[in-house]
């Protein structure tokens, strides 16, 4: 599968603890994109790399949140001191320079 | 605000029966108009993408029209099945070589046997 692809596809965790996300977008692709979903809502931009470099984050990402991409392949998400609030799906996408985005098939995040 | 609404919130259909979306955008200066199919637990996929210049595009039993004048965009489908029951979201980018898209709720269709 060429694809976008993220791991895990589910996680259960206790609020307090701290949770991480992988995604590996399609190779080749210089751009990646995080975003979470809440039900019946639209994906809301969270963070924004080009290669490694991370170029923009949301209001959204609060300081309990850190992405990175080391080596301008993979990104990892990681929450911190995790709440109930933070329950979501957590989308990643991927493109070329200008393009159309390609989205993983999520993390779904449930903190009880 | 930039903003982008869809109509309805959600609807159930009859196989085989055909249904037509709505997406109202205020979203300007204006790139393009996407909408993604997204099944439950999964990730948006692409169906159809237009430019402003563009009134219609197609792809097998989707079919989507814009009118930049109205700002307004529709997906109909056709002919519906069972497997066409997802959300259906309308996304805009403002602007030329943005990365920034704008995302509506979408709307969540059943299909029923």
């Known amino acids: 599968d060429t694809g976008v692809s993220q791991d895990p596809r589910h996680k259960i965790t206790k609020r307090g603890q701290n949770v991480t996300f992988r995604c590996d977008p399609i190779?080749?692709?210089?751009?990646l994109y995080w975003y979470r979903q809440t039900l019946g809502q639209g994906p809301e931009f969270l963070t924004y790399?080009?290669?490694?470099?991370?170029?923009?984050k949301s209001r959204l990402l609060s300081d309990r949140f850190s992405a990175e991409r080391p080596k301008g392949s993979f990104s990892t998400l990681e929450i911190q001191r995790t709440e109930q609030g933070d329950s979501a799906m957590y989308l990643c996408?991927?493109?070329?320079?200008?393009?159309?985005?390609?989205f993983g098939p999520g993390t779904r995040l449930t903190v009880l | 605000k930039n903003q982008v609404e869809q109509s309805p919130q959600s609807l159930i259909i009859l196989e085989g029966k055909n249904c037509t979306l709505q997406?109202?955008?205020?979203?300007?200066?204006?790139?393009?108009l996407r909408w993604y199919k997204q099944d439950t637990g999964r990730g948006p996929v692409s169906l159809t993408i237009?430019?402003?210049?563009?009134n219609t595009k197609s792809n097998g039993r989707y079919t989507a029209t814009l009118d930049a004048d109205t700002k307004q965009s529709s997906l109909h489908i056709t002919a519906s099945q069972l497997s066409d029951s997802a959300s259906y979201i309308c996304?805009?980018?403002?602007?030329?070589?943005?990365?920034?898209?704008?995302f509506g709720t979408g709307t969540r269709l059943k299909v029923l046997a």
């Open positions: 996408a991927s493109s070329l320079v200008i393009a159309e985005q390609f």
């Open positions: 190779s080749e692709h210089n751009r």
């Open positions: 790399f080009q290669n490694e470099a991370q170029l923009e």
């Open positions: 997406c109202n955008y205020t979203v300007s200066p204006f790139s393009n």
């Open positions: 237009m430019t402003f210049s563009e």
């Open positions: 996304v805009v980018s403002p602007n030329t070589g943005t990365y920034k898209y704008i």
